[in-house]
């Protein structure tokens, strides 16, 4: 049950676009279609963005995007907003088991 | 509208135990899994526990087991964690969430703070 491993940090300015990868193994990330990604904002409780690897809920704008390759996922956010900057975290189920990143720090400049 | 309150949290002494509630409405609890994840003060999420939808099954953090239960009772739409032998790292926020489509929808959590 090791976390999954994301870059502590990513910036980017209004209107570019971000990626922040999260890298398993194949026995989390790599084995199971189970990837989400979640934002949350300080104070706040978290918010799913993407589930499933690349299937967006309704009322998460489709700037917002996911994929996976082998035992490495990623989220890719373009056209950043102001609103964006949060803290985001994936997550992989991992046979009974979940398993989360470490988070991630967007930094809107 | 889905709503899930979490209740039960406090300050306890190391050694100390704890239930905490999960109460759901708005979807139909019997249907769907539920997980607990916590947040330490400043830290990232972690995942607790989670039980499957009638409560036959259940599944836990290397870190917890043997200490915490997860149950729930789906006649009142309710979901448990008993924590136990609580330590200092147990500190944390501590959220429900209902399964499908990820964790799709959580609480806003409660606050365990263990300290003598």
């Known amino acids: 049950q090791s976390a999954l491993t994301q870059p502590r940090s990513v910036s980017g300015s209004p209107g570019q676009s971000v990626t922040i990868s999260c890298a398993g193994t194949s026995s989390d990330v790599g084995g199971y279609n189970y990837v989400s990604w979640y934002q949350q904002h300080p104070g706040k409780a978290p918010k799913v963005m993407i589930h499933?690897?690349?299937e967006r809920p309704s009322g998460v704008p489709d700037r917002f995007s996911g994929s996976k390759s082998g035992n490495t996922a990623s989220l890719t956010i373009s056209g950043l907003q102001a609103e964006d900057e949060a803290d985001y975290y994936c997550c992989s189920y991992a046979g009974r088991y979940v398993v989360f990143g470490g988070g991630t720090k967007l930094t809107v400049l | 509208e889905v709503q899930l309150v979490e209740s039960g949290g406090g300050l306890v002494q190391p050694g100390g135990s704890l239930r905490l509630s999960c109460a759901a409405s708005g979807f139909t609890f019997s249907s769907y899994w539920m997980h607990w994840v916590r947040q330490a003060p400043g830290k990232g999420l972690v995942w607790v526990s989670r039980i499957n939808s009638d409560g036959s099954s259940t599944s836990y953090a290397d870190s917890v087991k043997g200490r915490f239960t997860i149950s729930r009772d789906n006649a009142k739409n309710t979901l448990y964690l008993q924590m136990n032998s609580l330590r200092a790292e147990d500190m944390a926020v501590y959220y429900c969430a209902r399964d499908g489509g990820g964790l799709h929808y959580w609480g806003q959590g409660t606050l365990v703070t263990v300290s003598s």
């Open positions: 499933d690897v690349s």
